[in-house]
């Protein structure tokens, strides 16, 4: 009957949050951490500390003071 109709409903909702969640990660600061090197861990290259440290501007005065601790958004990057 018609319940079955709105169980599919649910699905996209799930299917959307899953992905996001795969999409932005999370790290936690350890004692001598720099961006360039939470950068080469989740990216394979230095390079896109910058990402990370736009990500992070609310939570962090520069990017060079990282504190331990601290959680930081691991932005998701395209591979284009």
Request: no cysteine.
């Amino acid at each position: 009957g018609y319940g079955d109709h709105r169980d599919l409903h649910s699905f996209p909702t799930r299917r959307s949050s899953d992905l996001v969640e795969k999409q932005v990660k999370t790290y936690k600061v350890k004692k001598g951490d720099t961006l360039q090197k939470i950068s080469a861990e989740f990216y394979g290259t230095t390079k896109k500390w910058n990402l990370i440290y736009k990500a992070n501007k609310g939570k962090m005065k520069s990017p060079d003071k990282l504190y331990p601790g601290k959680i930081l958004t691991i932005p998701a990057v395209e591979n284009r």
